[in-house]
């Protein structure tokens, strides 16, 4: 199990990598046109940024912090408030955190660039269910219960699904009606980008699953679940970011 969760130390350090050059250059084109979109996505990318990141930090959490609440499940939690960061770092709960902002930050994406305006019910749901889902990954906690971390990663699928899947049918719509080259590129890349971001919590998901049937973990589908956030990053830069911004 430890050799796993280095192998997954070292695959998560580089998707880090490269979301943070990838991070620099949006950002750059940011500052060059001021364009509110790029701005927009750049924190959108860097919310899924900081939930690698977190998810990283378990890792080091678990092979080097020598903890014994944190190595063995079978210790018990000694309900402080630094253990109480801990748990939630190593359970990928803080990463759940920051991909709730990120999804609520792609349905303020979605209003700028295909509706004229919010439409009040819906942002109050979808407010409603970022404070759940967030919620739920905080305070709805049990260490050593799989079966919580299930229904959490299913909370982010749902929540996913419910923005990107409305993102992906408007995207996809904009692609095939344009006739002008840049934005038919520019509406497939974002077309792109939902489906890839709609795959991590589903991948995650699925891991999680195998887990609670009694598999260690680090499953293929673990490591598809940050590649896809990675695709997702670079397709909307160099399909959207970079050609129009």
């Not at 609520?104 to 979808?126: A, D, M, T």
Request: hydrophobic share 60%; glycine share 4%; aromatic share 22%.
């Amino acid at each position: 199990m430890v050799n796993l969760t280095f192998i997954g130390m070292i695959f998560e350090a580089i998707i880090i990598l490269i979301a943070f050059i990838l991070l620099i250059l949006i950002f750059i084109k940011y500052i060059q046109k001021r364009h509110r979109l790029t701005l927009l996505l750049f924190f959108i990318f860097l919310c899924y940024w900081f939930a690698i990141f977190f998810s990283w930090l378990s890792k080091m959490l678990v092979l080097f912090s020598n903890i014994d609440y944190i190595i063995d499940d079978l210790v018990a939690d000694p309900g402080t408030f630094f253990s109480w960061i801990l748990l939630r770092i190593k359970d990928f709960r803080i990463s759940f955190v920051f991909m709730s902002v990120a999804i609520f930050l792609s349905y303020i994406l979605k209003v700028n660039v295909f509706e004229k305006g919010y439409n009040k019910v819906h942002r109050i749901l979808v407010i409603i269910y970022t404070i759940i889902t967030a919620g739920f990954s905080l305070f709805i906690y049990e260490k050593g219960n799989t079966l919580l971390d299930v229904i959490a990663f299913l909370f982010i699928f749902v929540f996913m699904a419910m923005i990107y899947i409305p993102f992906f049918i408007r995207s996809f719509g904009a692609y095939k009606e344009s006739d002008d080259k840049i934005f038919k590129r520019a509406f497939l890349s974002l077309a792109l980008m939902s489906i890839f971001f709609i795959l991590i919590p589903l991948n995650f998901l699925l891991d999680r699953v195998f887990i609670l049937f009694g598999d260690p973990g680090f499953t293929i589908f673990y490591f598809l679940a940050w590649t896809f956030a990675l695709l997702g990053i670079i397709g909307a830069y160099f399909g959207y970011i970079r050609p129009r911004s």
